[in-house]
């Protein structure tokens, strides 16, 4: 409690020890969810806070604070923004708290390639003097959901679809605690972007991952008996 609410009223980092309790502690959590995890509604879905830790405030004061309402977050937490430090180790601390209450999915900015480009390791460096606090986060990331699974219904992903996992039952069988490779069903997730101008699979503008199409979503929910792919990044 202390910590968070340190974070919330003072905008406070974490000390190097508090984070590194923090995030050992969420391991052990972590450890024991699913690729897929399973979520309850009501539920509230939000993506790509990127650092905005104003905005965070915001959507739990307009939406609701947990554990009165739950949330699944699709990943984007670092980098672009001013804060991104405060917004993880708050989310971070929420989780520890009230793990059934919210779901971190990992996103392509929780990886260490990404976080080093968009300027997460930048703001560290600057807030902590050096490297340490990003490294003991990089490695948690490695132990983040790629998905969520709200009433057997809403499958909630960070950004896409792959064309080699046809099944949630086979996004549950990926080896997930690796940092995000260039290729393959796991960088698809967090790389794929929607294209409703199209039909079946392209290639993404992006550089990683692929565009799929309106016809692949209907496909998709029709095999894995879902009425909704909620993802981020984008409004179609």
Known sequence: DKLIDGLRSEAKQLSIKDLEMVCEKLKEILITESNIQTVQAPVTICSNIHGQFSDLLDLFRIAGEIPLNNYVF??????????????????????LKYPGNITLIRGKHETRQISQVYGFLGEVERKYGSSDAWEILMDLFDYLPIGALVEGKVFCVSSGLSPNIKTLDEMRLIDRRQEIPHEGPLCDLVWSVADSGTQGWGISPRGAGYTFGEDIVKEFNFVNNLELIARGHQLL
């Open 74 to 95: 699709l990943g984007g937490y670092v980098s672009n923004g001013l804060d991104s430090v405060q917004v993880i180790e708050l989310l971070l601390c929420l989780k």
